[in-house]
């Protein structure tokens, strides 16, 4: 094992070993291009009897781990969405990790708790959000999303199903649209309403949520005998970045009571941008809100804010109160295991501060303008063009296309652009995702990583339209 001095040596070497990745992750490919099982195979079967030198074991990682690695922070990352770092996200990471405190309530660490409040003040601030809003730092928007609905059951049921489960109370429904994140259908499961109960309203046909057709829903399930429960408003759903009207969704929770949560875990970034803060309409009647700095704040995962009007019923949802966790303090600050899920936390506020000091409002206001100005080029390059067709509106940091020659069925098409995305992505030079559009294969152009500059999306674009070009 190391001795401390030993440490100080080899943190010194693994400091170094970080500077040289960002160097050189430009030339390493972006996905990686292993095969399943190349890994696995190369760890050996049955742990070390005696200790090893780190030396050997930081060789074997840069032999053996990094050609298993997708390099998320690569500026040619132009895939799913972001999940960025920052230099001073990362050098507070290796603060919190040698501190290694548990943050799990205020006294096990004061100063975690009560920055953890001031971020998510300033935060608040950043993006306009009226007051009455208070914010607590989660893992993921999986984990804040759950939290939403939990509470909403509980505040809908009066707090009973904690106490006593459901108890015939299973006709509850809860409203999405077809464009939904994956983890609300989860959350919909987890918390016990059952996902026949998720009723997705369809869309429009710039991918936002058809507020009309909602409604109508709410109408039939009330007529048949189904309690209304709660609603879902994506702003910048995963496949298209499509900004669901929060406004109109927001009448209509009130119309029907339901409680109204907002899954903006890309997009609430971009509300630092007053000219983004038409997304935000209606937000005095939200219940609770999600975003992610650890997509597109330059705050390394994990990092997602949840923002609640009403914190009580968030902490009569969550608390529970063993006897060793008794204090003093109880009541006068925030102990914030009792606002989620975990009991234990890390001391994620800490990154926050760093990344916001250091980039300064401005200067995360201006990284963020410069990928959405790079996707408005980018959009523009594809509704210029004979060969590329524009598939969604990307009102924000992604497009979505594909490639059409002419004179090609659909079915050819999605095809055709499978190989296109299969053959770039191969090049380790770029790295793109897809997802289906009716029916349609479609190629997703996100910029949105850190380092991500001008050269870096036009090569991309070059890389994309010379490889169609080769497949035909
Ligand atoms: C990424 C994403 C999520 C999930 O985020 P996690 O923090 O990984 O749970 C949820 N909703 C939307 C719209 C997303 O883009």
Not at 48 to 68: S, T, V
Request: glycine share 6%.
């Amino acid at each position: 094992m190391l001795t401390l001095e030993e440490f100080r040596q080899h943190a010194h070497k693994v400091v170094d070993w970080m500077t040289d990745y960002y160097k050189r992750v430009e030339e390493l490919p972006v996905k990686s291009l292993v095969s399943p099982g190349d890994i696995y195979g190369l760890v050996p079967e049955n742990p070390p009897e005696d200790p090893e030198a780190m030396d050997k074991i930081l060789n074997d990682f840069d032999e053996k781990i990094i050609p298993g690695i997708t390099h998320w922070q690569s500026p040619d990352f132009f895939a799913y969405f972001p999940a960025n770092s920052s230099y001073p996200s990362v050098l507070a990471e290796m603060i919190t990790a040698t501190l290694g405190t548990q943050c799990m309530i205020w006294e096990t660490s004061p100063a975690a708790a009560e920055l953890e409040e001031k971020m998510m003040n300033w935060l608040k601030k950043m993006i306009g959000f009226p007051s009455g809003f208070q914010g607590v730092i989660q893992d993921t928007a999986s984990t804040a999303t759950l939290a939403a609905l939990i509470t909403a059951r509980e505040v809908k049921s009066n707090y009973t199903i904690n106490e006593k489960g459901f108890g015939g109370n299973e006709n509850y429904r809860i409203y999405a649209s077809e464009e939904t994140h994956s983890s609300i259908e989860k959350a919909v499961k987890i918390a016990g309403f059952g996902r026949k109960n998720l009723v997705k309203a369809p869309v429009k046909r710039d991918f936002t949520m058809d507020t009309q057709a909602l409604e109508q829903l709410i109408r039939t399930d009330l007529n048949e005998g189904y309690t209304p429960l709660a609603v879902i408003a994506t702003l910048g759903t995963t496949g298209t970045t499509s900004v669901d009207p929060l406004g109109e969704i927001a009448a209509i929770a009130d119309e029907f009571n339901l409680w109204l949560h907002v899954d903006a875990a890309l997009a609430g970034s971009a509300l630092i941008l007053p000219e983004y803060r038409w997304m935000t309409e209606g937000i005095e009647r939200v219940d609770s809100f999600v975003f992610n700095p650890h997509k597109w704040l330059f705050t390394n995962f994990d990092c997602s804010v949840y923002f609640v009007r009403d914190t009580e019923a968030l902490i009569r949802t969550f608390e529970i109160l063993p006897e060793y966790l008794k204090t003093g303090t109880r009541g006068a600050v925030n102990d914030y295991r009792d606002w989620g899920i975990p009991l234990g936390r890390r001391f994620r506020a800490l990154k926050l501060w760093f990344v916001i000091r250091n980039y300064g409002l401005s200067g995360l206001q201006e990284a963020l303008r410069n990928h959405i100005r790079l996707a408005g080029e980018i959009k523009e390059t594809i509704k210029n063009s004979h060969h590329f067709e524009l598939m969604a509106p990307a009102p924000l940091n992604t497009v979505c296309f594909r490639f059409n020659p002419g004179n090609f069925p659909d079915e050819e098409l999605n095809n055709l652009n499978a190989k296109l995305l299969e053959q770039v992505n191969r090049t380790g030079k770029a790295y793109f995702t897809h997802t289906k559009l009716h029916g349609n294969f479609v190629i997703r152009f996100m910029i949105g990583q850190t380092n991500t500059k001008d050269e870096h999306v036009y090569r991309a674009w070059e890389l994309i339209d010379k490889t169609a070009a080769s497949l035909i």
